[in-house]
């Protein structure tokens, strides 16, 4: 296709729906980016419930579920959504799990 024709048919798109094309491809990505995020929070909230209290399988799922939900609060905050509560009721997400949001677990020692 002519150089030419696809920028006629840019600029048709954009007279039709008011929207560019570029917009919304970014809007495509995110909704992928927000779905994908949702999924791992589900798995890793999933893991959580299976793995026994007081075990270090526990703990590794715990700080697993906190990087998830971040990740997921972030890619909201990308798409404008700042008020979190409703996700967190929908994922049932453990308080635990939110303290620990946005912290990293202490490194092993000699491990950099």
């Given amino acids: ?3 030419e024709l696809s920028h006629d048919m840019i600029r048709k798109f ?27 929070v589900e798995k890793a909230i999933a893991r959580l419930k299976e793995a026994a209290p007081g075990t270090s399988e526990r703990e590794n799922c715990l ?15 990308a798409c404008g ?3 979190h509560r409703q996700a967190v009721r929908f994922y049932g997400i453990p308080g635990e799990v939110l303290a620990r949001l946005g912290a990293r677990p202490a490194a092993k020692p000699g491990v950099v």
């Fill in 14 to 40: 954009e007279e039709v729906t008011g929207i560019a094309p570029i917009e919304v491809q970014a809007s495509e990505e995110q909704a992928y980016s927000l779905g994908k995020a949702g999924k791992d």
């Fill in 63 to 77: 700080w697993e579920a906190s990087d998830a939900v971040w990740r997921y609060f972030i890619q909201r905050e």
């Fill in 81 to 83: 959504v700042r008020d």
């Fill in 1 to 3: 296709m002519p150089i």
